[in-house]
T-cell receptor
């Protein structure tokens, strides 16, 4: 089955700096890679996703890149703000309507 | 829409007792997922349904766990008998189940503590 690894497990950055979270996956059949943000006491919420036919996708301060050959994908947050502090999960699935396997999560702290 | 609704939000029970967690998915969503979240194991997929039919239950830890989806608007996750190692936050999520979007909409979770 699919296995998703994520690094780092914790990340602390100064407000305004960039944050990068990296993930790897094991199943070459995976084609859909969402990223979720979880705030304290809440369920995870989708922030961006990318499909295997796309190498990069951007939405305002958030960007994701995918290297399908290396089975790597990354989340980049620029100009970080205190409200970006949360746990971020990468995930993978074969299709956008299949089961989604999550990475272990990265706890991001943005220091004002 | 009110989003995915889970109940109870918090449950404290004693070892050996039966626990039933409930979920109401977003109306019109075809897929429903149960996840368990712990510090040690992160977000684990337990089971998911498509059009009320269980598709993959390989993540269900053992026979003490069972899940049902009797109709499109209701699902339960039952643990009988419960054990302290079952303590976790259990999330239900629903999805439109189409190729257009794969977004999972999560409920706020049910925090279970088994003493």
């Amino acid at each position: 089955g699919e296995n998703v690894e994520q690094h780092p497990s914790t990340l602390s950055v100064q407000e305004g700096d960039s944050a990068v979270i990296k993930c790897t996956y094991s199943d070459s059949a995976s084609n859909y890679f969402p990223w979720y943000k979880q705030e304290l006491g809440k369920g995870p919420q989708l922030i961006i996703d990318i499909r295997s036919n796309v190498g990069e996708k951007k939405d305002q301060r958030i960007a994701v890149t995918l290297n399908k050959t290396a089975k790597h994908f990354s989340l980049h947050i620029t100009e970080t703000q205190p409200e970006d502090s949360a746990v971020y999960f990468c995930a993978a699935s074969e299709t956008s309507y299949d089961k989604v396997i999550f990475g272990p999560g990265t706890s991001l702290s943005v220091i004002p | 829409d009110a989003g995915v609704i889970q109940s109870p939000r918090h449950e404290v029970t004693e070892m050996g007792q039966e626990v039933t967690l409930r979920c109401k998915p977003i109306s019109g969503h075809n897929s429903l997922f149960w996840y368990r979240q712990t510090m040690m194991r992160g977000l684990e997929l337990l089971i998911y349904f498509n059009n009320n039919v269980p598709i993959d239950d390989s993540g269900m830890p053992e026979d003490r766990f069972s899940a049902k989806m009797p109709n499109a608007s209701f699902s339960t996750l039952k643990i009988q008998p419960s054990e302290p190692r079952d303590s976790a936050v259990y999330f239900c999520a629903s999805s439109p189940g189409t190729s257009i979007t794969g977004e999972l909409f999560f409920g706020e979770g049910s925090r279970l503590t088994v003493l």
